[in-house]
C-alpha cells in the first residue's frame, strides 16, 4: 500500500523528474511542426474546431485532438528523447532463430533503431503521423513502439507528459504560426542520455494576426 510520503515522492519526480524528457520531446515535435506545414495546418483546424473561443482547451478537448495525439506519437517514434532500454532477463529465454539467453542477462534495446525498422514502419524515414492510426497501429507488436519504455517499469508519467505537450503545443499555434529555422534534413542529432541536436533547435515564431 502507498502512503502519503510515497505519493507525495512519486507526484515530485514525475513532475520534475521529467522535465529534461518532456522538454527535448517538445522541441523535436516543435521542429516538426515547423518543417511540415501541412500537418501544422491540419493541426490547428481541428484545434479551432474542438476548443472553445477563449483558445484555452479542456483535458476533454485534448483527448478529443486525434490527429494532434498521432502527430505527437509519429514524432516521438522519429525522435524519442531516451535512446536505450535496458532490462534484465528474468527467465532463460530462447529467440526465434534459436538463440538462448540466460537468466540474470542484461539487454540493452535501442529504441531510436527500433522506431526506424522498416520493417516495423515502411518507409521509416517518412513522417507519416497516419502510422498511427488505430486500424494501422493495432496490426505492429506491442514493442515496436516504445518511446516511454515498455512494461511495467514504462514511465509512470507517460500521460502527464502527453497532456503537457498537447496543451503547449495548442497554445503556442493559437498565438503563432511555426516557421523552420533549420530544415529538418540538415539538423544532426547527437546521440546522448536525453536526445538533442548540434546547435539546438531554430524554429521562427510569427505572430498570427
Known sequence: MYNTEDIKDEINMFTFAGHDTTSATLSFSLLCLANYREFQDRIYEEMTQIVDSNG??????????????????????????????????????????GYMIPAGTPMVFNIFDIHRNAKLYPDPLKFDPDRFLPETAENRPPGAFIP??????????????????????????????????????????????????????????????
Open 148 to 209: 516511454f519504455g515498455y512494461g511495467p517499469r514504462q514511465c509512470i508519467a507517460y500521460k502527464y507528459a502527453l497532456i503537457q505537450m498537447k496543451l503547449t503545443i495548442c497554445r503556442l499555434l493559437k498565438e503563432f504560426e511555426l516557421k523552420p529555422g533549420d530544415l529538418i534534413e540538415n539538423i544532426e542529432i547527437l546521440p546522448d542520455l536525453i536526445l538533442k541536436c548540434k546547435g539546438g533547435i531554430n524554429i521562427k515564431f510569427v505572430q498570427r494576426f
Open 56 to 97: 484555452i482547451p479542456t483535458y476533454d478537448d485534448l483527448m478529443n485532438m486525434s490527429f494532434l495525439d498521432r502527430f505527437i506519437k509519429e514524432s516521438l517514434r522519429l525522435y524519442p528523447a531516451g535512446l536505450l532500454l535496458s532490462r534484465t532477463m528474468v527467465n532463460d529465454t530462447v529467440t526465434k532463430t
